[in-house]
Structure formats: C-alpha cells, structure tokens
C-alpha cells in the first residue's frame, strides 16, 4: 500500500484554492485523500506496535485555527498525525506529516513540561555522556543527522554555566528528532517500511529520557 500521488496534487491543490468554496466544492475528493491517509496511519501503527507500546493515534484535523494567526487560510494542506506511548514509564512520541514539498516525521520532546525540562538540564548538567552517546549513534546519524532540532536559549538557562561544556544541550528548550521526505519518497511503495526504519531508530533516545524523566538524579525511581 503506497500513499496516493491523487492524495497528495488534492493537497497541492488545496494549498492554491484554501478557501471554503473550493474545499466544499471539492468535498469528496478531500475524502478520497483522508481515506487514503487514514489507511496510511493505520499500516504505520500496525508496525509500530510490533516495537513499542503506543497509547494512541491522533489523526489532526484539516480546519485551522486562525483566531490569533495572521494567516487567515481555514485550511492545512496536509495531513498529520501522532502516536502517543502507553504508560507514564514510556516518554516521547512519534508525528508524521504529509505536505508536498514538505513532509517530515518526528519524534521525541518538542516543548517539555517546566519540571521534565529541568531534570533533562540537570542530567546534562552532570553528565551528558550518555545523550552524546545517542547523538553519535550510527543509526540516529542516518535518519535524523546527528543532532536534536527545537528551539534554543540565546544564552545558558537561569542557575546553569554559560561556559558548560555542554552547553549546547543545556540551551535547548525541546528535544526532537526530524527526518524529512521527498514528493517521491512519499509515494514510494517502500515509504511506510522507511517510517518505520526511522521509528525504531528512535527507541535508544526514548528508553534514555525515559529513564531520566523517570527518575531522579540518584537514579531513584520517581513514579
């Protein structure tokens, strides 16, 4: 099963006409082309479960909130979707979206609770030999090019060393992993094996931040 290239020109050509004449005009097509995503999601998450523990799927909603955006465009063309970890001992999870041009899955902490993100800066803070370790791991090195996307500080957080060796962690305000996908890697019949790949990739970072978030800096358990 391969996502449809009529799924994604619908979505091209969402993204030229995003008004509400044109959506409803083109109503079934939309349908059509969810179908098709829904199928998609539905196949990623059968092969999730086989190596994780997932809680639950959320398929996002086409219709934008545009109260407080500038864009006033009522629609997303594309379509999104994330898998949530069963339990509070699994930490992390997993998004994908399919936009022309723009598609991209995800994993990982984009903006951490206040508390989740202070115990990260303190295991940083002591040793970060561990996150530098998954950081370096020929498999994350693949998918996700050895690094953590999100936004940063401009400088050190309140209580820790501008001149931290590891700074560059502590400055971090989220911990993701993003891979990005082609047109024709979307459309490719080996495009939900390849999701999948980088998926499992993930796992070593998830069990570590799991642990962390999990514990405290004695290692005592903490839920």
């Known amino acids: 099963m391969a996502f449809e290239k009529s799924s994604l020109q619908y979505l091209k050509e969402l993204k030229k006409n995003n008004n509400r004449d044109w959506f409803t005009d083109t109503k079934p097509n939309f349908k059509i082309a969810q179908d098709n995503a829904k199928e998609l999601y539905s196949l990623i998450q059968e092969r999730l479960e086989k190596h994780d523990e997932i809680d639950r799927f959320k398929l996002f909603r086409i219709y934008r909130d545009v109260r ?28 994908l979206r399919i936009r022309p041009g723009e598609s991209f899955l995800a994993g990982g902490f984009w903006a951490p609770e206040k508390d989740d993100l202070l115990r990260i800066r303190q295991e940083i803070d002591v040793d970060a030999s561990e996150i530098r370790a998954i950081l370096n791991d020929k498999d994350y090195i693949k998918h996700f090019g050895g690094k953590f996307e999100g936004e940063e500080l401009k400088s050190a957080p309140r ?14 305000k989220g911990f993701i992993a993003v891979k990005n996908f082609t047109d024709e890697e979307v459309l490719s019949k080996e495009f939900i094996k390849e999701v999948d790949k980088s998926y499992k990739a993930l796992r070593p970072f998830f069990n570590l931040f799991s642990s962390i978030l999990t514990t405290d800096l004695n290692g005592e358990s903490t839920i």
């Open 159 to 172: 209580g820790f060393d501008k001149e931290h060796k590891d700074i560059d962690l502590l400055r971090k």
């Open 68 to 95: 407080f955006s500038k864009d006033k465009t009522p629609y997303q063309p594309h379509f999104a979707g994330s898998f949530s970890r069963l339990g509070a001992e699994l930490r992390g999870g997993y998004y």
